[in-house]
């Protein structure tokens, strides 16, 4: 079945760093999307991307949909305490799929004040 | 007002009972899903109902039961739990069409034990 493989599988950062996590496909996807989780909570979405090469930004939060259609990245600027959590990209294929995310591991970010 | 709502948010239980979760979504979405997350923290669905149909089902084990009342409804039943069904189990919604179609909202999870 189709994979994602979201690096890095962790992240340690200080307060104020940027931070750049990836998912990489061997398939194509036709949406990309990107999620938080915190804690005890649901996965909560904070960018979807839906064009390739597509380049679009939510906040301090930027992300971009791969020209092969088969990646996709999210940084987040300046980063503070509250953006500790489980980051997860999500893929769409399409057609008989339509509906059905695939998700990446995820990134756990921790940020230190 | 709660979008995406799951009852109850923790469930222990003995092996070999039967047992419900309930879903709920207030967003009038057409699509509703059950997605399992393991200990690892990895999210995979299980199935999906369009308009009250089963449209996808992920190879999941018949002990798990899936129904929809209705289109704002999906509950999940689950027959002779086992220890490996132990995990946290999500709910979400999407819209029929248009490019927000692919934009899951989903609930605060329900984290099963099976002890």
């Known amino acids: 079945g189709q994979q994602l493989n979201q690096s890095p599988q962790s992240m340690f950062i200080q307060e104020g760093e940027d931070v750049s996590m990836n998912c990489t496909s061997s398939?194509?996807?036709?949406?990309w999307l990107w999620y938080k989780q915190d804690p005890g909570e649901g996965p909560v979405l904070l960018i979807a991307?839906?064009?390739?090469?597509e380049l679009t930004s939510n906040g301090r939060l930027t992300a971009q949909f791969g020209i092969t259609r088969k990646d996709s990245f999210l940084n987040i600027s300046a980063s503070i305490p509250s953006d500790v959590g489980i980051y997860f990209c999500?893929?769409?294929?399409?057609?008989?799929?339509?509906?059905?995310?695939?998700f990446g591991q995820g990134t756990i970010l921790t940020v230190h004040p | 007002d709660t979008a995406v709502s799951q009852t109850p948010k923790y469930l222990v239980t003995q092996m070999g009972n039967d047992k419900s979760i309930k879903c709920e979504q207030n967003?009038?979405?057409?699509?509703m899903y059950w997605y399992k997350q393991d200990s690892k923290k990895f999210l995979k669905i299980m199935f999906s109902?369009?308009?009250?149909?089963?449209?996808i089902n992920e190879t999941v084990p018949n002990r798990f039961s899936p129904k929809s009342p209705d289109k704002a409804h999906l509950n999940l039943h689950i027959n002779s739990l086992e220890l490996g069904d132990s995990a946290v189990y999500f709910c979400?919604?999407?819209?029929?069409?248009?490019?927000?179609?692919?934009?899951?909202?989903f609930g605060q999870g329900t984290r099963l034990t099976v002890v």
């Open positions: 979400a919604s999407t819209s029929k069409g248009g490019l927000s179609a692919m934009s899951a909202f």
């Open positions: 398939s194509i996807f036709n949406t």
């Open positions: 991307l839906y064009k390739a090469g």
């Open positions: 999500a893929g769409q294929a399409g057609g008989t799929s339509y509906g059905k995310l695939t």
């Open positions: 967003l009038g979405h057409d699509t």
């Open positions: 109902y369009n308009n009250k149909e089963l449209i």
